[in-house]
């Protein structure tokens, strides 16, 4: 845990070597990389944290994307973490490149990040969250049970996930339970509403896509390529919105590739 001025940042550490930091989406928490954490620990020196309002970490005074950037600033000093590799999702995809545009990180891997969408796509997604987030407030006792089928899973979950069949019927629903709990999430949504990513990333960047993505759709990977064009872009079959759950091995490979490309 890292207590900074106006935030407490929780965190998970593993691994040795050069720092990796793994920024989760909005109403997620740490536990979102679990897929990919012990690979990536066995050549980096891995923090997956919370993100402020989100999981275990205090909320903030603010939402906004230089909010987020100034918290995550002062972890890195705080920790000591000189110019570490991030790799983020969704919003922490967001996050992510916008550390990198402001020279704080060695290197960026951006899983469907954020920013790239039209008016109304952004709204679109929202209602998908909100939507889950209210799926959130059934009980565990009636929400396990309900997902045990596989059958079950895709109906629910098809929208987070690509192939959430093959999902332990616990995740979906703590992942549900993240969006419910998440102090952050309607004050991120409400501070989102005129966001686009316009910077220019610093160091080797690497943005993924799900092609079955259906929270931020595939022509929002477009728009990315067309904005990041001295980018590394890999569109991922089969993958949803979390390709780290789809396809952990991949997406493990893709962050290494991103950061052994750094100076």
């Given at each position: ?43 980096h ?33 705080q920790r000591?973490?000189d ?19 402001a ?23 929202l ?23 596989p059958r ?22 703590e ?11 309607l ?13 220019s ?10 092609a ?18 001295d980018?590394?872009?890999v569109?991922?079959?089969g ?11 991949l ?13």
């Amino acid at each position: 845990m890292a207590t900074l001025p106006g935030v407490t940042i929780v965190y998970e550490r593993r691994g040795s070597g050069s720092p990796l930091v793994l920024l989760h989406g909005i109403g997620h928490r740490w536990q979102a990389w679990d897929p990919v954490l012990d690979h990536l620990a066995k050549f980096h020196d891995v923090i997956a944290l919370d993100l402020p309002g989100f999981g275990q970490s205090s909320r903030m005074a603010r939402y906004d994307m230089p909010a987020f950037v100034d918290a995550l600033a002062g972890f890195f000093d705080q920790r000591g973490l000189d110019r570490p590799h991030v790799a983020g999702s969704s919003l922490g995809g967001a996050v992510a490149l916008e550390l990198a545009a402001a020279g704080h990180v060695a290197s960026t891997t951006a899983l469907a990040p954020a920013g790239f969408w039209r008016f109304s796509e952004k709204n679109y997604a929202l209602a998908i969250l909100m939507f889950h987030r209210m799926l959130g407030y059934m009980p565990k006792s009636a929400v396990v049970p309900f997902l045990s089928t596989p059958r079950r899973r895709r109906l629910t979950c098809w929208a987070m996930y690509g192939r959430p069949e093959l999902l332990d019927p616990s995740v979906p629903y703590e992942d549900l339970r993240g969006l419910r709990q998440g102090s952050g999430f309607l004050p991120v949504t409400w501070a989102s509403r005129g966001y686009s990513y316009t910077g220019s990333p610093q160091g080797p960047v690497t943005v993924v896509w799900g092609a079955k993505d259906r929270i931020l759709p595939r022509r929002q990977a477009e728009r990315a390529r067309v904005q990041l064009p001295d980018a590394r872009h890999v569109l991922l079959p089969g993958c949803g919105h979390l390709p780290m759950h789809d396809a952990p091995d991949l997406v493990a490979q893709l962050i290494l590739d991103t950061t052994g490309g750094a100076v």
